[in-house]
């Protein structure tokens, strides 16, 4: 049986994430929080509100998830300047050695979910992936979603 786009989009993504999340269990990371590691790591000192734009996170929920790593002592949140109404997040020495690792455990499980593929088919699974998503965010703001 031929499985629909979305679905298949959907398992790809929970099969994904419950591999990585299995990888790192040691680290007492929750399912929300290594995409904002992630993101961190090439965004060190961001807003708040930029980080639930690219992670696709509520404000709130993303709140929630910021207070837990800032307990768990892997970002911390100031003020830059006399700017007091957006706090900017930083990731600590410890939220940068996770988020090298989930880097780490990314290219593992990327190069298992690619096993078997060319360059070339790799390079296209990414390029129609990006056109995917492309016409997502196309189709969102012409229906006034949030990206």
């Not at 800032?70 to 949140?77: A, S, V």
């Not at 706090?87 to 290219?107: H, I, M, P, Q």
Request: aromatic residues 8%.
């Amino acid at each position: 049986m031929q499985e629909t786009l979305h679905y298949l989009l959907m398992s790809d993504h929970l099969m994904i994430q419950k591999a990585l999340v299995s990888r790192v269990k040691d680290t007492g990371l929750t399912p929300g929080q290594p995409k904002v590691l992630d993101y961190l790591l090439n965004h060190d000192g961001t807003i708040q509100k930029e980080i639930a734009m690219f992670c696709h996170i509520e404000p709130a929920s993303l709140t929630v998830l910021l207070n837990g790593m800032e307990k768990k002592g892997y970002i911390e949140r100031r003020n830059v300047g006399n700017n007091r109404r957006s706090l900017y997040v930083y990731l600590t020495e410890k939220g940068k050695e996770y988020a090298d690792r989930l880097n780490w455990e990314f290219a593992i499980i990327e190069a298992g979910a690619l096993k078997g593929f060319s360059e070339a088919e790799k390079d296209l699974v990414q390029e129609l992936l990006n056109r995917i998503y492309d016409n997502m965010v196309e189709i969102s703001a012409k229906e006034g979603i949030k990206k």
